[in-house]
């Protein structure tokens, strides 16, 4: 499961992390029971308590420079510290869910710090191994058996929509043809809202509305289907 890309992409699809794209924070009386029904197993109460507390991941990475590491990184590894917060979080912690989450959503941005800096001074597929008959130098990609040098990214990408798929049954006919014509599925071209709508029938910031509601749909289903510990 490519848990980090899938949380990458829906965030940026829907909008750099604005504050129209998350849900309003729960009252503190609908917060105890969606934890108290959470405890119980109900997988509705523990959903909401994730999605009602995403801002809090934008909040958090806010306070982490990160001239070091692209900023939707940092969302998606917050994200992933998140649903690991709700998911252990009991009242017998003696703490706020929103405390104990914040510390879960750094921890992991931390810890993803540090990994990447364990591994910083890996080999790169530009790295060079030695020259050929004329002089030339050869990298590790010049022997690699492709033709595309971007073959890795290439790769994650299959990867990412064979995962996304897995969730676009909760779509709409229009919300899936809209969402496969914007991010060019299903081996189609990426067309813009402009001429989607034009194909469409409909005005440019219908198809706006249409995307960004799918978009969430598809979030929620990430949220739903995927429990991390």
């Known amino acids: ?30 917060e105890e029971e969606c934890i108290r029904k959470k405890i119980t197993g109900d997988l509705e109460s523990r959903n909401k308590l994730i999605e009602h507390n995403l801002r809090l991941v934008a909040h958090i990475v806010k306070k982490f420079d990160s001239k070091y590491s692209d900023t939707d990184d940092l969302i998606s590894i917050g994200t992933i510290g998140l649903i690991k917060g709700i998911d252990t979080f009991v009242p017998e912690k003696n703490a706020k869910i ?19 800096n364990k591994y910083s001074k890996d080999i790169s597929i530009n790295e060079s191994i030695g020259f050929d008959k ?38 709409t006919a229009r919300e899936k043809e809209i969402i496969i014509n914007r991010y060019g599925l299903d081996g189609k ?41």
Do not use: H, W
């Open 134 to 171: 004329e002089g030339n130098e050869i990298a590790i990609q010049d022997v690699l058996k492709t033709e595309n040098i971007d073959f890795c990214d290439e790769i994650d990408l299959k990867d990412n929509i064979s995962a996304l798929y897995k969730y676009m049954d909760a779509l």
């Open 189 to 229: 071209d990426e067309e813009t809202q402009k001429n989607i709508s034009k194909k469409m029938g409909i005005s440019r910031s219908y198809v706006s509305r249409i995307e960004k509601r799918a978009l969430t749909k598809l979030l929620r289903e990430f949220i739903k289907n995927n429990k991390i510990s």
């Open 98 to 116: 929103t405390t104990y989450c914040a510390r879960c959503i750094e921890n992991e941005i931390l810890m993803y710090f540090r990994k990447a």
């Open 1 to 30: 499961m490519f848990l980090f890309d899938i949380i990458k992409n829906i965030f940026c699809f829907t909008g750099s992390y604005s504050n129209d794209v998350f849900l309003e924070p729960l009252s503190a009386k609908e």
